[in-house]
């Protein structure tokens, strides 16, 4: 039992984990707990480090350095049959000699379940994901999306503590992906198990995650639930990494004011020392054009001229072309909408809390 | 009336159009099959002229009669000569035969299965190294390199040498029957690496993570994975050195002592030295059916376990 003060113990804890492939550092000192039940997404692009993450918790791989921890015990060197982890490979990794029934069941027979009861779990985990009637079908049988549900049924049956997922809807159309998401976050909040999920795709983890690790060269730059990735990033790669952005490049003047590259003057508090170079995020969606006009109504301003409009149905994306640079801004498609053309003179106006500031 | 005449016009055509395609199909498949045919033909040529007609003719001979002065005369077609295999001479020499050839088939496959193994899960330039590796053997002739383990092998030779100074006393293996396995074992290695590299080669080794992953050890993965997958390999490997261990002539001539005489010796000599004709045609005639058979039936059986 627990002392009901002292804090749980995370399903997986990372301290100063590191890889090294001879010279390269994959994995530089990550630190990082994922809470009993949580949904924890590695999000970052290719070669940053997040699938060696998830491949070192699997026991796929062995950290050079750190600590690995599953549920207080460390694991940093035990092989990948003694974890209580199953993995959801990326290109699902299913037994093409086996058939369906015997794919869902391998774990079980490993760990020396009874015939009939493994197949009575089988049985189970097959409903589970909608697949009752294909257990006698070999994998090549199946479609991609029906091949990824039975990679999920042969991880799940085992009832692992955590669920290690790479990628695993990388391979599907959008539409099956879409569908794939939220059945897979419905099936988490059911069983509770912990997820670890890899994606390289912002859309994906945004989605789906209690929490988003964003990965880079190695380096876990932030750990943060989707909200506060998304509207308060820590750095200028986080921020262009998540979402579309604007990163408009300035200098801190006073404890109240950013001066912008081409001199412009915008109100933003933002505590860090004077002379600073940082980077305005201006998310395409938080500001607003509209026909050149010099009273902003106490909103932040910079002039521009329209170069582009890109109709996408259910909104516009305006490029705008400001005096150093070019920026997007996003107007949705409302049947009030006034609809601007290419080459007319606009003022590009945002509100001073739509705004965040990262040090460059 | 009119609407069911214009329909039965409307399929009257349609079966016009129908039948014209097939016909111009049926053409071009045959000018193809022709074309394929001449390609192989000077392939066919030679295998009828050198691989059929002998067969024929050995099958021939092995019903024919062999006269007072050990020549064949093909006439009083008879069955004697399958009833001298019979014999218990000769059965001790099948079943020696079998044995030595089962035996340089699994010890083959135990030693190469690793190897085979670690070649195909290295980097694609140590691979190519070490496939050369494999095949420097073949450069020099077989023969000679036979001669090269009488040398080794010898009573005054360097493995007796170094089994005389590591305390285990001089050694008396050739002339044996421990010769000839090590020397069919030599000889035949290269022909089951390469199937074995190939059909693991093939396997995504993605598959050995996952079952690592649902609690699989490395030899259940090997056992439940592993081995299936890489069957067509353990098949072909094992047929390839199975075969020409069964028939082997020169190497039990030369590593084989006088009382391990092999099929292959004995039908030299039924041939050569008893001038028996057709006893040596009968015997090579029905371990070639033996040999076809076993080949099929493991065929047929690997094709199942795919």
Redesign the interface.
């Given at each position: 039992m627990n002392d009901e003060h002292a804090p749980p113990t995370p399903a997986v804890g990372l301290h100063g984990l590191t890889k090294r492939f001879g010279d390269v550092v994959a994995v530089r000192a990550i630190e990082l707990e994922i809470g009993d039940g949580e949904f924890f997404s590695l999000l970052g692009p290719s070669g940053c480090g997040k699938t060696t993450t998830l491949r070192m918790i699997?026991?796929?791989e062995f950290p050079t350095e750190g600590s690995l921890t599953i549920f207080g015990q460390e694991v940093g060197t035990l092989?990948?049959?003694k974890r209580p982890?199953?993995?959801v490979?990326q290109?699902y990794?299913?037994?093409?000699?086996l058939d369906i029934h015997d794919n869902v069941a391998?774990?079980l027979r490993?760990?020396g379940v009874g015939k009939k009861d493994a197949s009575r779990r089988v049985g189970e985990a097959l409903e589970m994901v909608r697949l009752g009637e294909m257990g006698t079908r070999r994998p090549s049988q199946l479609s991609g999306g029906q091949q990824q549900r039975i990679a999920l049924a042969?991880?799940l049956v085992?009832r692992p503590k955590v669920l290690l997922l790479d990628e695993p809807l990388g391979a599907l159309d959008l539409k099956l992906r879409q569908e794939m998401q939220g059945e897979l976050k419905s099936l988490q909040r059911e069983l509770g198990i912990t997820f670890v999920f890899v994606t390289h795709d912002q859309e994906e983890a945004l989605t789906m995650s209690d929490r988003i690790g964003v990965m880079h060269d190695g380096d876990l730059l932030q750990v943060d639930p989707p909200e506060s990735i998304y509207e308060h990033p820590v750095n200028r790669f986080v921020a262009d990494f998540i979402g579309q952005t604007n990163l408009l490049e300035g200098t801190v003047e006073d404890a109240d004011t950013i001066c912008l590259a081409n001199g412009a003057r915008i109100p933003l508090t933002t505590g860090l020392p004077v002379g600073t170079s940082v980077a305005v995020i201006l998310r395409p969606e938080r500001a607003s054009v509209t026909p050149r006009a010099d009273d902003a109504h106490g909103r932040s301003s910079v002039d521009g001229v329209i170069r582009s409009v890109t109709y996408l149905g259910n909104s516009i994306v305006y490029q705008i072309g400001l005096d150093w640079m070019k920026i997007d801004v996003r107007e949705e498609n409302r049947p009030d909408t006034h609809r601007l053309d290419a080459g007319a003179e606009v003022t590009v106006s945002w509100d001073h809390r739509a705004v965040s500031v990262v040090e460059n | 009336m009119t609407v069911a005449e214009t329909a039965d016009t409307a399929i009257v055509i349609d079966e016009g159009v129908a039948a014209a395609t097939p016909e111009f199909e049926r053409a071009a498949e045959r000018a193809k099959a022709r074309r394929g045919f001449l390609i192989a033909l000077p392939a066919y040529a030679y295998l009828v002229l050198f691989f059929a007609t002998p067969l024929v003719i050995v099958a021939v001979y092995s019903f024919a009669t062999r006269n007072r002065f050990g020549a064949t005369e093909l006439r009083d077609w008879n069955l004697e000569s399958y009833r001298r295999l019979g014999d218990s001479l000769v059965r001790d020499i099948v079943f020696r035969s079998l044995w030595l050839a089962l035996l340089t088939t699994l010890i083959c496959l135990v030693v190469s299965y690793p190897f085979a193994y670690f070649l195909a899960t290295r980097s694609p330039l140590v691979r190519n190294v070490m496939l050369v590796f494999v095949m420097i053997p073949f450069w020099s002739n077989f023969l000679v390199r036979n001669f090269a383990w009488r040398v080794l092998l010898g009573n005054d030779g360097p493995v007796s040498r170094v089994s005389e100074l590591i305390g285990f006393g001089e050694t008396r293996i050739l002339f044996t029957p421990t010769a000839v396995v090590l020397g069919l074992v030599y000889g035949f290695m290269p022909f089951m690496i390469l199937p074995l590299y190939a059909a693991i080669e093939r396997i995504d080794l993605g598959l050995v993570e996952a079952s690592r992953d649902l609690y699989a050890s490395g030899w259940q993965t090997f056992r439940r994975v592993l081995l299936p997958l890489s069957m067509p390999g353990v098949i072909a490997g094992s047929i390839l050195v199975f075969v020409p261990s069964l028939g082997a002539y020169v190497t039990p001539e030369i590593l084989g002592g006088a009382k391990t005489t092999l099929l292959g010796s004995y039908i030299v000599t039924q041939f050569l030295t008893a001038r028996n004709w057709p006893v040596g045609a009968a015997l090579s005639f029905v371990l070639m059916i033996v040999m076809l058979f076993a080949t099929i039936i493991y065929f047929r059986k690997g094709g199942r376990t795919l």
């Open positions: 699997a026991g796929l092989p990948p049959n982890v199953n993995t490979f290109n990794a299913l037994f093409p000699h391998f774990g490993m760990q042969r991880a085992n | -």
